[in-house]
């Protein structure tokens, strides 16, 4: 049995910040399923935002403004005291990652550069080209580096030790050796991610499965606002890779098969940098009326960056171009980018509150697992690495401080009753059965981008509810080839799958309870928002029964009364 | 009208666990439309004919690094190599060159994570962080461009023919991470710092052949890193200390 004070699992932005925070001090050990640096982090493209007030058009900003655009933009359904720690946090984190070596894009006076995103009233998105995730990871990789901070790479956690609502540590698989090894630590904490790939449509990464959510969750931990999922409008059609919502940020234009910039009926103030739940459904709209275009790979709308010029494509949006010419044959600088809306964000997960903290002691939650709340029903771009950095640093100071108070007691038993529970499972996924996990995962993620998507109704959430107490039952009977426990990927899929079907109910199940349109989620036999029943937080348990059982929270309001949200 | 083609992968398999089997190569047939990628196929593969089958895959979208390897001779990211674009209806992959095999495609990246951690990849300031960024020009920034963007996906280290025959040579990926920050205008390691590199284990043992640079998928160049860290160091030589 492994020992470290604190266990920190995830390797993306969250968990490498919250590592370098406390591995002075403590034994700090960091697991990921991958190499760290392979995390989801990498792929974010747009930037990260503080009112830094360096942009000549943003010279006014403050954090208190960028707290009320994230307020408005969440349709007021997140918590104001957590969004104000993250916006005033925002400066000092990026000043703070700009000293470890993040190399920012900079305005010809030498200071950090800032761009405009959707929902926000003032251009305070710093960025990277469209590289932004990558190299804050690669920055916070290398100061993990620096400090020495132990990794365990390609070790996947498959169960959470919890007992009588105290955290023992966890149950982890070492890919390369085929082993199961409990670990024992006084403080767990969780950074490990989305759920994209419960979603037939995402932009996520093939990693993104949201087992940790699922984990937690299993182990009797309360998920929070699980029906709010962000559908980006802009991914590439087929592979539904992420096109930054920079295009629009620096200039660019969605068009349908008219020619027409069709946000002008929607938005006609923001046009294109309205926020996200807005521009998905308007593009939606427009492919669900015929003003889309066809391509065999399906209908999309065009994304037309080409007015920039070939110069700014190649200093700002390099990747974006990259990107267009390996996965569909098009060069952004001649011809428009074929896109489509699709799952890109969980808004919902482990419900933690604005300390990280939750229901059981010695466990915590950071970044996209953890709803703190501070996106709410809907997400500004630039808001979620910033997220992940602000929280993963506060953990750090939250997890040290309850440390130092007080005896924490670890019962080893539990750790190896619970591995023996794990051996079990794993035979007999091994030597039983005969349903092939992938089939039960297109199925449920099918069923996800069809009913439980971007426009939602009665009728369809209650069929998805159905499917997937069915593919659950199938599940029952899912098998896995290979006998051999090492570099075994799909006997790490056939776990992850029974975590990723436990957060695709509770997400199906908020979205049929919650009668009202917010945010990202939008009903369209309740299109309205409707704060005297549904200004409240969903809560989902699991029950007795393993059914999940759904309650509420009230949604903290500090300085910002619910108004209508317009733009 | 979309028509599918019969495709013959030839995949190298091998397990460090059974290391009496020598390695060899299995062959799956299987249709594939125009577009998919050689990861989509390999995931199709191992999720409806071998589910024995390992290699690794993350972001499968070209950016996170994972899935490296030799694709019909040449070394590159399996996601984004598109089936379709060889000519012949026969695929032979095979892991990165230059590392221990664990299992088929998947290779033990622990000496490049060691070369990496060697060159102290982060940023040493000496002075005093001021109150906001520390300031840098467009320029300044510009030159450490094409060092960003390595995404560490050890392409270069498994085309490196010095790596080859010399498994303590450091490599063009930590050589290029070196070369980032010590063109960095904030970085103030001292010039005596590179002395760990200036020898035959470091730059000077570089073949200046450029197939790192055919093989980066992210259109970096290790060899301009390893030239400019031998002109800072003869630089150092002549005109003695100094910083850089």
């Keep these: 049995m492994l020992y470290h004070d604190v266990l920190i699992i995830g390797g993306g932005l969250a968990g490498p910040r919250a590592a370098v925070g406390l591995c002075d001090k403590y034994n700090v050990g960091l697991l990921s399923k991958v190499y760290p640096i392979r995390s989801h982090s990498i792929a974010a493209q747009g930037g990260i ?15 208190e403004k960028h707290a009320f655009d994230t307020i408005k933009g969440s349709d007021y359904l997140s918590d104001q005291h957590a969004v104000e720690i993250m916006c005033k946090e925002a400066i000092k984190i990026v000043y703070e990652m700009e000293h470890w070596g993040c190399p920012f894009s900079r305005f010809p006076d030498g200071s950090i550069a800032q761009r405009p995103f959707g929902g926000a009233g003032y251009p305070r998105t710093c960025y990277s080209a469209d590289l932004t995730g990558h190299v804050l990871l690669n920055t916070l990789n290398e100061r993990a580096t620096a400090k020495g901070v132990k990794f365990y790479p390609e070790w996947f956690v498959i169960a959470l030790v919890t007992d009588g609502g105290q955290c023992h540590g966890v149950i982890a698989f070492d890919l390369k050796n085929g082993e199961i090894v409990p670990i024992r630590a006084k403080a767990t904490l969780f950074a490990t991610g989305g759920y994209g790939r419960v979603y037939f449509y995402s932009t996520n990464a093939l990693i993104n499965t949201g087992s940790g959510i699922g984990i937690a969750y299993k182990a009797g931990v309360p998920l929070k606002d699980m029906e709010f999922v962000q559908f980006h409008p802009t991914t590439l059609i087929g592979t539904n890779i992420l096109m930054t919502e920079a295009c629009r940020g620096e200039g660019g234009y969605l068009t349908n098969k008219d020619g027409e910039r069709f946000m002008k009926r929607y938005v006609p103030s923001a046009m294109e940098l309205a926020p996200r739940d807005i521009v998905s459904r308007s593009i939606q709209t427009e492919i669900d009326e015929g003003r889309g275009l066809e391509h065999p790979l399906g209908k999309y709308i065009n994304l037309d960056i080409r007015h920039l010029g070939a110069q700014k494509i190649l200093e700002r949006l390099p990747s974006i171009r990259n990107i267009c010419i390996d996965f569909i044959g098009i060069d952004p600088i001649l011809e428009p980018i074929p896109i489509m809306p699709c799952q890109h964000y969980s808004m919902g997960g482990i419900d933690t509150n604005e300390k990280c903290e939750t ?28 997220e992940t950095i602000a929280f993963g640093k506060l953990a750090s100071f939250v997890i040290d401080e309850y440390l130092q108070n007080g005896e924490i007691k670890l019962d080893e038993r539990l750790l190896m009753s619970k591995k023996e529970e794990m051996e079990k499972r794993i035979h007999k996924l091994i030597h039983e059965g005969n349903e092939k996990p992938y089939k039960i995962l297109a199925d449920l993620s099918k069923t996800m981008s069809a009913y439980v998507g971007i426009f939602r109704k009665k009728e369809e959430l209650e069929q998805a509810v159905k499917n997937i107490a069915e593919v659950k039952e199938r599940y029952k009977n899912v098998h896995v080839t290979s ?3 090492h570099m075994n990927h799909e006997l790490i899929n056939a776990i992850e799958l029974e975590y990723m079907l436990e957060v695709a109910h509770t997400i199906a199940l908020g979205a049929y309870l919650r009668e009202e349109s917010r945010g990202a989620h939008f009903r369209r036999d309740f299109n309205t928002r409707n704060d005297a029943d549904w200004l409240k937080h969903t809560i989902a348990k699991i029950g007795k029964d393993g059914e999940p059982v759904i309650s509420s929270k009230k949604v903290v309001i500090t300085n910002y009364q619910p108004m209508e949200r317009k733009y | 009208m979309i028509t599918a083609s019969e495709y013959t992968f030839k995949i190298l398999r091998y397990d460090v666990k059974e290391s009496e089997i020598e390695p060899y190569f299995e062959s799956y047939r299987i249709k594939v439309i125009p577009g998919l990628t050689i990861l989509a196929v390999l995931l199709r593969i191992r999720d409806e004919i071998d589910g024995t089958l390992s290699f690794r895959s993350s972001c499968r979208s070209a950016v996170c690094g994972s899935c490296a390897m030799v694709i019909n001779g040449k070394i590159d990211l399996a996601c984004r190599t598109q089936v379709a674009t060889f000519g012949s209806n026969t695929i032979i992959l095979e892991p990165l060159p230059n590392f221990e095999i664990i299992k088929d495609l998947v290779v033990d990246m622990t000496p490049f994570w060691n070369m990496y951690e060697k060159v102290k990849p982060y940023l040493i300031r000496k002075s005093p962080d001021p109150e906001k960024e520390i300031q840098q020009s467009e320029e300044e920034r510009k030159r450490i461009d094409q060092f960003v963007n390595c995404i560490l996906c050890a392409s270069c280290y498994g085309a490196c023919p010095v790596l080859a025959r010399d498994p303590e040579y450091i490599g063009p990926a930590a050589l290029a991470k070196l070369e980032r920050f010590a063109l960095d205008s904030r970085d103030e390691r001292a010039a005596a710092e590179l002395e760990e590199i200036n020898n035959d284990k470091g730059v000077w043992g570089c073949d200046m052949v450029l197939r790192c640079i055919d093989a980066c998928p992210k259109d970096v160049r290790p060899t301009d890193s390893i030239v400019g860290l031998r002109k800072k160091l003869l630089k150092y030589k002549l005109f003695g200390k100094g910083k850089r």
């Excluded at chain 1, 935002?49 to 954090?63: E, I, M, Q, Y």
């Design chain 1, 49 to 63: 935002n503080a009112a830094l007030a360096n942009n000549p058009n943003g010279k006014d900003d403050t954090w």
């Design chain 1, 359 to 386: 229901d059981i002691k010695g466990f915590y939650g950071a970044g996209e697992c953890a709803c703190v709340s501070v996106h709410g029903a809907n997400r500004l771009g630039g808001n979620s690495l910033l």
């Design chain 1, 483 to 485: 006998t051999k426990l």
